[in-house]
């Protein structure tokens, strides 16, 4: 027999808060279980419902963004009106993303938005935890970062290519990571009405996703970590980051160290490169062409799973998600002229600190609102350029931290990490970076000491005591950036 707030079915019908935990690039349901159990030992069912998404496991997401995107915003949708069928309205949604998950999430924010439903529901909490928004390319010189950079989106997916910026969305001739981060998008609208938006990253060992995509940082400042004196949140030590001060004043330097010490640690790392190089080889002759033949077959699945979702059984569903709720508009992209403008060469490290205009400078003064109206008057708008639009007011009203707690602004960003030397990413990177940066995230460096693999270590991916320090971060997550 049910009670008032439970029927037979087991719902609770007193819960109006809809959590949704999106797993990443070749994960599952099971990836997202400590984050689950920790949101239900922390609020009741009569509080919160919590959705683990399962329709993009395994190999689907290869399928690219947009198919993940709209299979999630489907799967959200089912839910919604299943629970609503059984008398239990949802006033409130919460999106988690991990990894790819990530972009999965902001995709398909973006869809519900345009279909009205955040008209009817209240966007609470946005968090991603090691989610690559600015892509998966490296920038740096050096044989891991050719192979890496150039190898990775030749595996065949549609996803690699779009996590590496080499593919254009529709016509537009521009990377998909570049439209959802357009400030006209509905990606970037429907971002910017959630209450609390925040992200966590890892500053060493997570080789998927390093801190500049996860952190939407234009400098590394954990890069060389030394002897440096690493600030922690007070009750998370030394896990999480303060995110307002990274460091503590530098200590003393410590005296030089023995001269057998010295000569030992010459020999360690001569090996150590020894050992790399070892690995290189034993990469490039062996596991290369295993990767090409998987990469060939998977290729083959994925486009067919695409074709059948734009033209099979499905296909009517999921038109559902495109015209005319989500209109293809052209327009003149200021962004785009600027990518032209900008004298920018991505094989430095760095950028040279002798110039007196960074690439963010420039692109911060193109995408003013007085230069955007001049050149509109000046230039007749490109038919290679398209934003997806939602068919309503401009969106500018929305671009405000809806938090009362303090986000991280573009202007705090700046300031903070003007002592860093810039890295050397693409007029498309930076210019993803800047815009995301305008809505305002509360960011949160994490360090994982126990387990090399950080990226798993990060969410608990796994029961494995190695990866202890995520329950830390999780933790964090709950105490302060997870409002019911």
């Known amino acids: 027999m049910s009670n008032n707030h439970e029927d037979a079915d087991g719902i609770p019908r007193k819960a109006d808060h809809l959590c949704v935990l999106i797993h990443g690039f070749w994960g599952n349901p099971s990836h997202m279980d400590h984050l689950a159990a920790s949101l239900q030992q922390r609020y009741s069912e009569d509080c919160l419902h919590v959705l683990v998404t399962e329709r ?21 949708e089912e839910t919604l009106n299943t629970l609503a069928d059984k008398g239990c309205p949802i006033r409130k949604l919460s999106i988690v993303g991990y990894s790819f998950g990530g972009l999965l999430a902001r995709y398909a924010i973006g869809l519900l938005d345009a279909r009205g439903w955040f008209d009817k529901l209240e966007p609470v909490n946005f968090t991603t935890f090691a989610s690559p928004h600015v892509g998966v390319r490296i920038p740096r010189k050096g044989v891991w970062g050719y192979i890496w950079n150039n190898v990775g989106p030749q595996q065949g997916s549609i996803s690699a290519q779009q996590l590496f910026l080499v593919d254009s969305f529709g016509d537009s001739g521009r990377p ?43 400098v590394d400042p954990f890069r060389d970590l030394g002897d440096a004196q690493v600030n922690y949140v007070k009750g998370y030590e030394p896990v999480v980051i303060d995110p307002d001060t990274y460091f503590l004043p530098a200590a003393e330097l ?38 090409f033949l998987h990469s060939i077959s998977q290729w083959s699945h994925s486009r067919e799973r695409v ?11 999921f038109r559902e998600y495109r015209l005319p709720h989500v209109m293809v508009k052209e327009m003149q992209s200021a962004i785009e002229e600027a990518y032209e403008d ?49 068919a309503s007011s401009p969106t500018q009203e929305h671009y405000q931290p809806n938090s009362t707690r303090e986000a991280t602004t573009d202007d705090a ?28 995230f509360r960011k949160y460096p994490v360090y994982i000491h126990n387990h090399r693999h950080s990226h798993a270590a990060i969410i608990v991916r796994a029961p494995k005591p190695g990866f202890d320090e995520g329950k830390v971060v999780i933790k964090h997550w709950l105490d302060n950036e997870f409002q019911i």
Do not use: C
């Open 342 to 390: 900008v004298g920018f060469r991505q094989d430095p490290e760095y950028l040279s600190t002798t110039s007196k205009s960074s690439p963010a400078d420039s692109l911060r003064r193109r995408n003013s609102p007085g230069l955007k109206a001049k050149e509109a008057a000046e230039h007749k708008p490109r038919s290679s350029s398209i934003t997806i639009q939602e």
């Open 56 to 76: 993009n496991i395994g190999n689907l997401t290869y399928d690219g963004t947009e198919v993940g995107g709209e299979r999630v915003a489907h799967e959200i």
């Open 413 to 440: 960003i700046s300031k903070k990490h003007r002592a860093y030397p810039m890295l050397a990413l693409s007029p498309a990177q930076i210019a993803i970076i800047e815009s995301l940066n305008s809505v305002g």
């Open 307 to 317: 074709r059948l979702h734009e033209e099979g059984e499905s296909a009517t569903l």
């Open 176 to 218: 998909l990571l570049s439209i959802m981060a357009d400030p006209d998008s509905i990606f970037m609208r429907a971002l910017a009405k959630f209450k609390n938006r925040s992200l966590y990253g890892n500053v060493v060992n997570d080789r998927t996703t390093i801190f500049y995509t996860t952190m939407l940082s234009m």
């Open 254 to 291: 410590k005296e030089s160290l023995p001269l057998g010490s010295r000569v030992w640690g010459q020999i360690t790392r001569f090996f150590t490169t020894a050992l790399f190089w070892a690995v290189v080889v034993l990469f490039l002759s062996i596991v290369l062409p295993l990767f």
